[in-house]
């Protein structure tokens, strides 16, 4: 028996349904054919005259290395080049609001934070893209930024090393004038007192004193390093604890009956001199060490950028992305055109079936907001 004899009936009136089914498909396809193929191709043309009208966008890049810091101070960073402060020095350094045409600089502020997106690669790289209509002045505004990023992040973030090292360049002036009016008194002491030499005793006790203005010097100097935050840390109670020690000392020495008893009050004048000179002499030797110093602390902390890229004028237009925005449109407009083929067939058919027509008005009601 052959292959189509042995088909059940059942099988037989599916495949003739399918065929039947594929048949209407065709037809419905065929007769709305100037629907189906006129629709996306006006939808392309409108949708070309419309693109052509968009101007053209442009994006300029460039690339900073974070040289040193952890990744809250790289976030720091591109909060500080999304910050308004960031977005209004930009503005007044390129005249951005009369480039953009605008009479408030509120508005050339929103254009130019929304044209502009910072963030952090996968390779720990700070990325700065800016969009523009003007390639040249897309590329200005994200060369702008790298030059302003630096000098505001180091205003915005003075660390305790900063604050210190500028504390300690404040004093510097005060102590140098105090050593030249050290120098100056003591060489008026010496020509009033001539050419007598003080007892050798008399000598011991001003070396010592003079030894212990000196430490005194260093000490004032170690707790002034170690910063207003260590008030109550127990290294600073120690040094305090000693530098009254050493006050206390020094009181002793120049309070000695052998300096009061044995020499004169010029000669005790003198003496005197030569100690302050020797405290003011390395009061400012300390302070030029602890400058130096913190100096050095601050490059090390400091969050520093190198560029590696920087934004060059680009060629190419980014957007509109014409040729894709027509193909969509065209693409969109036909499938809506054989929705509304199949929907046009439906109505028809619903109109010559009374079945078709109580389920067409059961759809009509279904699809009201209110039932």
């Known amino acids: 028996m ?27 396809l065929a007769k709305h054919k100037k629907l189906i193929l006129g629709l996306p191709i006006f939808a392309a043309l409108v949708a070309a005259v419309f693109t052509f009208f968009i101007p053209n966008t442009y994006v300029a890049a460039t690339k900073l290395l974070p ?3 952890d990744a809250s101070k790289q976030a720091a960073v591109i909060s500080l080049i999304r910050s308004q402060a960031m977005a209004d020095s930009l503005i007044r350094r390129l005249r951005l609001q009369e480039a953009y045409g605008m009479k408030r600089v509120t508005d050339a502020r929103v254009r130019l934070m929304t044209a502009s997106k910072a963030e952090l690669d996968k390779d720990g790289l700070i990325d700065i893209t800016v969009k523009d209509t003007d390639p040249r002045r897309a590329a200005d505004i994200a060369n702008t930024y790298v030059v302003f990023v630096s000098p505001m992040l180091h205003n915005n973030g003075l660390t305790e090393v900063s604050h210190r090292r500028l504390m300690l360049e404040k004093q510097l002036p005060d102590i140098k004038e105090a050593v030249l009016k050290a120098e100056s008194a003591l060489t008026q002491a010496r020509q009033q007192l001539g050419a007598v030499i003080p007892d050798a005793q008399v000598t011991a006790l001003v070396k010592a004193s003079s030894e212990l203005r000196s430490k005194i010097a260093m000490k004032e100097m170690e707790l002034l390093a170690m910063g207003s935050d260590a ?9 305090m604890h000693e530098l009254n020690r050493l006050w206390n000392e020094l009181s002793s ?43 050095l602390d601050e490059i090390s902390e400091n969050f520093a950028l190198q560029v590696l890229d920087r934004a060059e004028v680009p060629v190419r237009k980014s957007e509109p992305k014409r040729l894709q925005i027509v193909l969509f449109s065209a693409l969109a407009a036909g499938f809506a055109a054989i929705l509304a083929a199949f929907m046009m067939e439906v109505i028809d058919k619903a109109k010559d079936g009374k079945e078709s027509s109580v389920k067409m008005q059961q759809l009509i009601r279904y699809l009201r907001w209110k039932q």
């Open 67 to 69: 040289l040193a810091g």
């Open 231 to 239: 008030t109550k840390n127990s290294d600073y109670l120690q040094n």
């Open 253 to 295: 020495v120049d309070d000695s009956p052998l300096i009061d008893g044995r020499i004169s009050d010029k000669d005790r004048d003198y003496l005197h001199k030569i100690g302050d000179l020797e405290y003011n002499q390395t009061h400012y030797d300390q302070l030029l060490k602890q400058i130096e110093k913190a100096k």
């Open 2 to 28: 052959s292959e189509q004899y042995s088909q059940q009936p059942g099988q037989h009136e599916k495949a003739t349904e399918d065929e039947i089914s594929l048949l209407d498909l065709a037809v419905t």
